[in-house]
C-alpha cells in the first residue's frame, strides 16, 4: 500500500541516502573457524542486519504482530473458542459453524482497513494510531468475554468478531509498513517475507501446543483472558514504532475533502487494477475456492472430544490435532 507519509531509507555512513536497488550484504564474508557456533549465530547476525537496515522498532513489530498477534494468539483463539461454544455456551455444532463464518467479516474487511490507514492520517500518523486502535479493540473484546460471566450468544460473537478485527487491523497496518520498507530497500523484501512466515508460523506452532494446556487449567472462558496480552502490546506498539510524522493533518473542510478525494480515487485505483485479468482471475479462483469449500470443523470437534460418541480426545491431546 502507498501512504502519502515518506519513511527514511537506509543511510551510509557517510550521510548518504542508500539506493533502493543497492545490494545488501546478508552475512558477513570473514572466515569463521567454529562451523557449529558460526551457524547458531547466523540467524542473530541476520536479525542484527536486518534491524541497522529497517528500524529495530520494525522488527520487533513484526516479531508481535505475526508472531504473538496473528500466530500465537489467533491459533490459541481458534482452539479456546470451541471450548468455549461447546462448554460455557452449549450450543450446537451448526449454530458454532456459523458462528465462527461471523469471525471472517473484519479478514474480508482488510481492504477498507488498508484504505484507512493510507488515505486518513490521525494526528500525522498513518501507522501508530491503528496499532493502538487494533490494541484497544482485541482488549476490550477479550475482557468482556473472559470476565462478563454467562453472556448471550449474540454478545459473545461480538466479542469474539472484535478479537478478530484487532488481530485484521494490526495484520494491515503490519503490511502497509512492510509494503513501504520493500518499495524503499528491495533488496531486503525477501528477508522481511522470511520474517513474518518464520514468526507466524512458530507463534502458531507455541499458540496450538499450549491452547489445551491453559484450557485445561484455567477453563475456556479463563484462557480466552489471556488474548488480552498479545493486544496490549499492540498499544505499546503504536507509540514505539518508528514512523515520520506528515503534515496532512485534517482539521479543516478543506482538508477533509482532500481526504475524501483520496479516498475516492484509491477505490478508483483499486478497481482499475481489478479489471486487468492477471489480477481479477486469480481473485476469482481463490474467492470460489475458499468460498465453496465445505468444513465439517465443528462438527470433528464435538466428534473428537465426545466421552461417548468419539474417540474422548483430551483438552491437552486435541490441539494437536488441529
Known amino acids: 500500500m ?12 557517510d550521510g548518504s541516502r542508500a539506493n533502493p536497488d543497492q545490494k545488501i550484504p546478508h552475512s558477513p564474508q570473514t572466515h569463521k573457524p567454529n562451523r557449529p557456533l558460526s551457524l547458531l549465530l547466523e540467524p542473530f547476525q541476520w536479525l542484527q542486519m536486518l534491524s541497522d537496515h529497517l528500524n529495530c522498532s520494525f522488527v520487533v513489530g513484526v516479531f508481535l504482530v505475526y508472531g504473538l498477534n496473528q500466530g500465537f494468539s489467533y491459533s490459541f483463539f481458534k482452539v479456546v473458542s470451541d471450548y468455549y461454544w461447546k462448554d460455557v455456551q452449549k450450543v450446537q455444532p451448526s449454530a458454532v459453524q456459523l458462528y465462527v463464518g461471523l469471525y471472517y467479516i473484519p479478514w474480508l474487511m482488510k481492504p477498507m482497513w488498508g ?82 512466515g518464520f514468526c507466524s508460523s512458530a507463534g502458531a506452532l507455541i499458540g496450538y501446543s499450549t491452547s489445551g494446556f491453559f484450557v485445561h487449567r484455567l477453563g475456556a472462558q479463563g484462557a480466552l483472558g489471556l488474548l488480552v496480552i498479545s493486544p496490549a502490546f499492540l498499544v505499546v506498539l503504536g507509540f514505539v514504532i518508528y514512523e515520520v510524522k506528515t503534515n496532512d493533518h485534517d482539521h479543516t473542510p478543506s482538508d477533509q475533502k482532500k481526504g475524501t478525494g483520496k479516498l475516492v480515487d484509491a477505490v ?55
Open 268 to 322: 478508483k485505483g483499486m478497481y482499475k487494477t481489478l479489471l486487468f485479468p492477471q489480477v481479477w482471475k486469480p481473485s476469482l479462483y481463490m474467492f470460489l475456492s475458499l468460498a465453496l469449500n465445505i468444513s465439517t470443523h465443528e462438527g470433528q470437534f464435538y466428534w473428537y472430544t465426545d466421552p461417548k460418541a468419539g474417540p474422548a480426545f483430551s483438552q491437552v491431546c486435541y490441539p494437536f490435532l488441529c
Open 115 to 196: 484504505l484507512l490507514t493510507d488515505v486518513f492520517p490521525v494526528m500525522g500518523y498513518h501507522r501508530r494510531p491503528y496499532f493502538v486502535v487494533a490494541g484497544v479493540v482485541g482488549s476490550v473484546s477479550a475482557l468482556v468475554v473472559a470476565l462478563g460471566g454467562q453472556l448471550a450468544a449474540a454478545g459473545a460473537v461480538i466479542c469474539m468478531i472484535g478479537i478478530a478485527a484487532g488481530v485484521a487491523i494490526a495484520d494491515v497496518t503490519i503490511d502497509a509498513c512492510i509494503a513501504r520498507n520493500s518499495i524503499e530497500i528491495r533488496s531486503l523484501a525477501p528477508d522481511m517475507q522470511s520474517l513474518c
Open 2 to 13: 502507498h501512504s502519502s507519509e515518506t519513511e527514511p531509507l537506509a543511510v551510509d555512513s
